[in-house]
């Protein structure tokens, strides 16, 4: 890892999110692709400096760089690839259904948030309370 | 002991699985689980009381080292003999006082049962842990019985606080038990007891042990759920409230005093809370005309009593207590089965509607003065023996800060509770009747002997061995050795001459008297201090308080966390995720790795930069997703300045397939679009992205710094070694892929096809909707312009 790279993992996260946050499902599917790329580098860069390919014959071992996170990075890029097709096909088909990718709020959400306290737990113990302590104030 | 135990729990279960057939007869069947266990502990009585405890061991999670480990000491029997003593006597009393057979009524039996079962895991457990357990279930099976009446919800509200109270105390004690049991190394009490641990974590435990201890025995400011624990039917109200579950608190404290008594603040912290509790208890309980709640807050005031006595740390005054836990145990329970005679005969337990009870009643009325005066401390009677041992004991060794505090404490608390005792037989006696109330005692009912045999049996209790003292010295002694081993108790005397503890006991009389005669005058000026601290909220206040802020706290948080909107959920999540862990990373960064391993990298990262810049600025959708294509395609040549060119390889051809498929769909939608967000998201989504960025910096650098602390030959190198030799593959990378790691491999692929299903449903579907129904497209399309009015209306 030199700090390079590490700058630009962080760079990719940082405008990955950015992307994240927005409500175009279009935008959302880059910024995957963007810390897909970041989250990559993170695992290239875990198997120390780099070297050669490795493979046998090719040069002696110790100049191998490592294999094991190449191998991590390279079922990281599959998986994120089919990531982005799945949210593609979502995409298409919310073109299909209104004509735009916008995300849309989750309006059972929204209902939930604005909700009334109906807790009759709540209410219950305050009734007794409230009994008790009239009780006591009879006394 | 595992037996009894399961004993107890298969009969609770089989009572209420087999209620309706039983009937009232149920309680008949429960009884026969104390009577085995007090059979069978009077039958080791001997060998235990010799200081050889029966001790039993269960390997419950062989591999976590959890066993329940069971310890049948000398104070173990005197809590066995109260459990399951008292629990025989209610048993049969329940006969007398469920007289119909009403639903509901066989669980209670039955449930009462599990309850037994519980509390003696409890008293018998060695095993902190185990201990715990049982002690929730104690806290559970008093949630059911205090609401077995589940149609009122002052029982459900009740039964609420309760457990809430004594569970969130459990909970805390837990954490207390925990942290003993790591530094001791032990979870055993009797390991404890020979190697204490200490040290400032220790002190914080002892804390959070003492406030489990506090809530299960009520005491201040954790009392309000007892009183309100009351409408429970009486029998449970006496078992449970009075004579054995509250005494769980002060049973845990028996057992650690001797351990931890002189360690952190406990002694500070046990006295204090112990002695407020007594004189508060007993103040509140002189104001009471429901004879039951003036029981329940003397309850109250008789458990400060004995923290003050077990929490010392002082044998000669613990044993005082031990004898304080039976003679309380007596009085208190009889007590209890007095009032559910009254309440039963006459349908009020109100003092002011009761105007004495005919002749018939006498057995009922002697009862309730011998155990009244011995909760008052009257000589001959059990509670005065351990009230002058009490108070012989603070007297002779208590040599620590704050004692004459706690003495004074006591004597005032001792001259309420003759106070309140006496308010008890008087009403029972009618003094307090009014007038204009319905005579509903006179004419009463008397009960029948069943009823009130169980009570006299106690009160004869009561009388023996307040009179003959010595009766007990084995026990009491046995108790107090075990609890202090290596102690030298004194034998119990019902005249111990002339001494300061005498003239405290009579100073105790005088005052009760005086307070009792002068009754009237005492009422008026407790209803104007009660009045005059009326802005502080009650127990039952404080406790509606909570409830309803964690209510609306609950409500308030799903509001700002849960408000429906899928960028305000991503950044809690990411922001989570990344500020959490990122001072600890930052710690671990002690030098700066290398700036730049080779040059080229420098070209390779501007042009990432720059592209994923541009992706994330541009507006204009297939331009975003090149740009997308141009940082993949920047990666795969830096993959082949890193060595890797397998990877460079699979992100070109994946990032070839993924442009052409994000220009297959992108095609369809609006190529820009307008910005109607509001203009805090902007700089919001900024910062959030920023800290991410900043997250992620930090981690990367501190992670290759920790790259050199791992030992060992490394699993790569071991990889490189096997994979001509085992999989016959030059390509390491491939190996791995296919041989050494091909389960992973397999999972991927199965990812993938899920992904493609997916797709091609999602893709499908909405086509052929589509195509042979146009009016739905019309329906859907409108649907979802009232859909996007939502959330405005809603604002």
Redesign the interface.
């Known amino acids: 890892?030199?700090?390079?790279?590490?700058?630009?993992?962080?760079?990719?996260?940082?405008?990955?999110?950015?992307?994240?946050?927005?409500?175009?499902l279009?935008?959302i599917?880059?910024?995957i692709?963007?810390v897909g790329?970041?989250s990559?580098?993170?695992l290239?860069?875990?198997?120390?400096?780099?070297?050669?390919?490795?493979?046998?014959?090719?040069a002696p071992?110790v100049d191998?760089?490592?294999?094991?996170p190449?191998?991590l990075?390279?079922?990281s890029?599959?998986?994120t690839?089919?990531?982005?097709?799945?949210l593609?096909?979502?995409?298409?088909?919310s073109?299909?259904?209104?004509?735009?990718?916008v995300?849309?709020?989750?309006?059972?959400?929204?209902?939930?948030?604005?909700?009334r306290?109906e807790?009759h737990?709540?209410s219950?113990?305050?009734?007794?309370?409230r009994?008790?302590?009239a009780e006591?104030d009879r006394? | 002991m595992f037996a009894l135990l399961a004993l107890h729990l298969v009969l609770g279960v089989v009572i209420v699985a087999a209620g309706r057939i039983l009937g009232r007869q149920a309680f008949l069947v429960a009884a026969v689980a104390p009577a085995a266990m007090l059979i069978w502990a009077a039958t080791k009585a001997n060998d235990v009381l010799d200081g050889k405890p029966v001790t039993e061991s269960f390997v419950w999670v062989a591999g976590l080292d959890l066993t329940i480990d069971l310890r049948f000491d000398a104070f173990a029997l005197v809590m066995v003999t109260l459990v399951s003593g008292i629990g025989l006597l209610i048993c049969i009393y329940s006969l007398g006082y469920f007289t119909a057979t009403k639903p509901g009524l066989a669980r209670l039996a039955g449930i009462l049962t599990l309850f037994a079962g519980a509390m003696l895991g409890v008293v018998l457990s060695d095993h902190l842990i185990a201990l715990f357990i049982f002690w929730e279930l104690t806290s559970v099976t008093s949630y059911l019985l205090i609401g077995n009446d589940d149609t009122n919800p002052r029982a459900r509200a009740a039964a609420l606080q309760a457990l809430f109270i004594t569970g969130a105390g459990g909970l805390v004690m837990l954490a207390g038990l925990i942290i003993i049991g790591q530094s001791a190394g032990t979870y055993l009490i009797s390991e404890l007891l020979v190697a204490p641990p200490s040290g400032n974590v220790v002190n914080v435990a002892l804390v959070l042990v003492l406030i489990g201890a506090f809530t299960k025995s009520a005491q201040a400011p954790f009392s309000s759920w007892l009183p309100g624990a009351m409408v429970a039917p009486t029998p449970v109200s006496a078992y449970l409230h009075s004579a054995t579950m509250v005494k769980a608190g002060v049973y845990l404290v028996a057992r650690l005093a001797p351990i931890f008594a002189i360690q952190g603040n406990w002694r500070l912290i046990v006295l204090s809370v112990g002695a407020f509790t007594m004189v508060v208890g007993g103040l509140r309980a002189l104001r009471q005309n429901d004879l039951k709640l003036l029981l329940a807050y003397g309850t109250v005031s008789q458990l400060g009593f004995m923290m003050l006595l077990f929490g010392v740390g002082e044998y000669h005054i613990a044993e005082a207590g031990v004898v304080l836990i039976l003679a309380h145990a007596a009085f208190k329970a009889a007590l209890f089965m007095v009032v559910g005679i009254v309440d039963h005969e006459t349908g009020t337990r109100d003092i002011r509607a009761l105007h004495g009870f005919g002749k018939s009643w006498r057995p009922v009325q002697a009862v309730a003065v011998l155990s009244a005066a011995s909760m008052a401390g009257v000589p001959l009677m059990f509670g005065f023996i351990a009230k002058e041992k009490g108070l012989g004991g603070y007297v002779e060794y208590g040599d620590f800060v704050g004692e004459t505090v706690v003495l004074i404490a006591i004597v005032v608390a001792s001259m309420l509770t003759f106070a309140y005792s006496a308010r008890f037989v008087l009403g029972i006696y009618g003094v307090f009747g009014l007038d204009d109330r319905d005579d509903v005692s006179r004419s009463a009912h008397a009960p029948g002997i069943v009823f009130w045999a169980p009570a006299g049996l106690l009160a004869f209790f009561t009388v023996l061995f307040g009179v003959f003292p010595q009766l007990l010295d084995r026990l009491v002694e046995g108790a107090t050795l075990a609890l202090y081993p290596g102690s030298s108790p004194k034998p119990l005397e019902l005249w111990a001459g002339f001494n300061e503890a005498l003239l405290l006991s009579a100073i105790v009389i005088l005052g009760g008297v005086v307070l009792t005669l002068m009754r009237t005058k005492v009422a008026r000026a407790q209803r104007r201090g009660s009045e005059a601290i009326r802005f502080l909220p009650t127990g039952d206040e404080a406790f509606a308080g909570v409830l309803r802020g964690i209510s609306v706290t609950s409500r308030r948080v799903t509001a700002v966390v849960q408000n429906g909107s899928l960028p305000i959920y991503i950044a809690i999540i990411v922001l989570t995720v990344t500020l959490v862990p990122l001072t600890g990373f930052a710690r671990d960064i002690d030098t700066l790795p290398d700036f730049v391993e080779q040059r080229v990298h420098i070209g390779f990262v501007a042009l990432i930069t720059a592209a994923a810049l541009g992706a994330s600025v541009v507006r204009h959708r297939i331009a975003a997703a090149l740009m997308l294509g141009a940082v993949g395609y920047s990666m795969a040549g830096l993959y082949v300045t890193m060595g890797a060119p397998d990877l460079a390889l699979t992100q070109f051809s994946i990032e070839t397939l993924s442009t052409v498929l994000f220009v297959l769909v992108l095609r369809f939608l609006p190529r820009s679009w307008r910005h109607h967000a509001p203009a805090i998201a902007a700089p919001m989504r900024i910062a959030v992205a920023a800290a991410v960025g900043v997250a992620i910096f930090v981690f990367a650098l501190s992670a290759s710094n920790a790259r050199p602390d791992v030992s060992g030959p490394q699993q790569s190198e071991v990889m490189i070694e096997d994979s001509y030799s085992e999989a016959k593959g030059q390509n390491v990378v491939n190996v791995i892929l296919v041989d050494f790691r091909g389960w992973d491999t397999m999972g991927e692929i199965t990812v993938l096809l899920v992904a493609a299903v997916g797709v091609v449903s999602l893709a499908r579907t909405g086509r052929r909707r589509d195509d042979t129904d146009a009016p739905v497209f019309e329906e859907i399309s409108d649907g979802e312009s009232s859909e996007q009015k939502m959330p405005e209306a809603l604002r």
């Open positions: 890892m030199t700090v390079l790279l590490a700058f630009a993992a962080a760079f990719l996260f940082a405008t990955g999110t950015w992307l994240l946050l927005q409500r175009r279009s935008r599917l880059i910024g692709g963007l790329h970041g990559n580098i993170l290239l860069t875990s198997g120390g400096p780099s070297g050669v390919a490795p493979i046998i014959g090719s071992a191998f760089s490592d294999p094991l190449q191998a990075a390279l079922t890029i599959v998986i690839f089919g990531v982005t097709a799945f593609l096909a979502l995409g298409y088909r073109w299909r259904i209104t004509h735009d990718d995300v849309e709020d989750d309006v059972e959400d929204r209902f939930i948030a604005r909700r306290s807790d737990i709540v219950d113990t305050e009734d007794a309370a009994a008790q302590a006591e006394l």
